[in-house]
């Protein structure tokens, strides 16, 4: 397997070997500060992709001073806040703690002044793409589901578990239980627009379609699909057509979804003993010899180690700016959780999101313990069952 620094290398050099012509010009933008983002979206919507290769070139308007790259850096920053803002409606947090973010099924409601909603997403996918074609890190953290999109890889039920709980838990315990006589379902999903409920169909006549324990999978992949694909579809496609403008679809397929959220957001610097100290045990001790080991483990990691050791916890890399004392859970503050898991030890490490928890087996030794868990954390081994 190809490690992610590799990729990396791999792709920074593909992306060089592409923009031979940037040196003949610069994309030059002037940007008033409090309207960063709708100056922006004015000065650039219109422009050739090809054009967008060039080296940006910014400058706040009333503010002296030479990009020498601080500046352009600075509006990276400010893009990656702006484009989540709640005011432009075009993206929603998930309840993970509101640290990640999936585009809003009724953004619609921002087209104005005879722009599309679409044209915004289109241009976000576009400062997404020149980010990474720049090799310029920025704040913004998607659901993996998004990720998944980017890259076109395939979703299943299971990606629902980060975007909605409590949703995958009741859809979880239907593709484990016979529902026979127990559930009165049809082949409908409802949905929200800002309070007013309404039902679509998951297939042409699925009001009249009962869900019943033959075609329940079917029900659930349906409906899984709704909520992460089909009911921001549009949404998608424009940022996807934005971004693969700037960044071929080809080059980025090397890539999983969790590599791809540290190749847009960087590597974070985790701070070991802000983890441990804020970490809660349930059916171990501080003391326990496991716990121990996993410490020790930890320790001896490296940066993206360490870095796919938080996301895969708790489901992002990112750490809030309080440190692990203000992280976030479904429910509002959670401490990092580490859970006793009954079974034999090979068994590997697996996590719920939601809660910030992972699932430790009591290995035998120490050689053992990290063996699993470097396979767990590579692999994106999450686990779903719900005790």
Known sequence: LIDFDNKRSWFRTKVRSTDSDRTYGSLRLAVRREHVFEDSFYQLRGRPAEEMKLKLNVTFQGEEGIDAGGVTREWYQ????????????????????????????????????GISHLDYFRFVGRVVGKALYDGQLIDAYFTRSFYKHLLGSPLTHVDLEAVDPEYYKALAWMLSNDITDVLDLTFTAETDFFGRKETVELVPGGKDLRVTETNKREYVNLVARHRMTTSIKAQISAFLEGFWQLVPRHLIAIFNDHELELLISGLPDIDLDDLRAHTEYSGYSATSPVIR??????????????????QFVTGTSKVPLEGFKALQGISGPQKFQIHKAYGDGSRLPSAHT????????EYDSKEQLVERLKVAIHEGSVGFGFG
Do not use: I, Y
């Not at 075009?90 to 990640?100: A, E, K, M, R």
């Open 354 to 361: 939601c809660f910030n928890q992972l699932d430790l087996p």
């Open 293 to 310: 080991w996993f410490w020790e483990a930890v320790g001896d990691m490296d940066k993206q180690e360490r870095a796919q050791l938080v």
């Open 78 to 113: 400010v893009m990656a806040r702006e484009m989540f803002n709640p005011n432009l409606a075009l993206f929603v947090t998930v309840p993970d703690g509101g640290s990640t973010f999936q585009p809003n099924p009724n953004s619609h409601v921002q087209n104005d002044r």
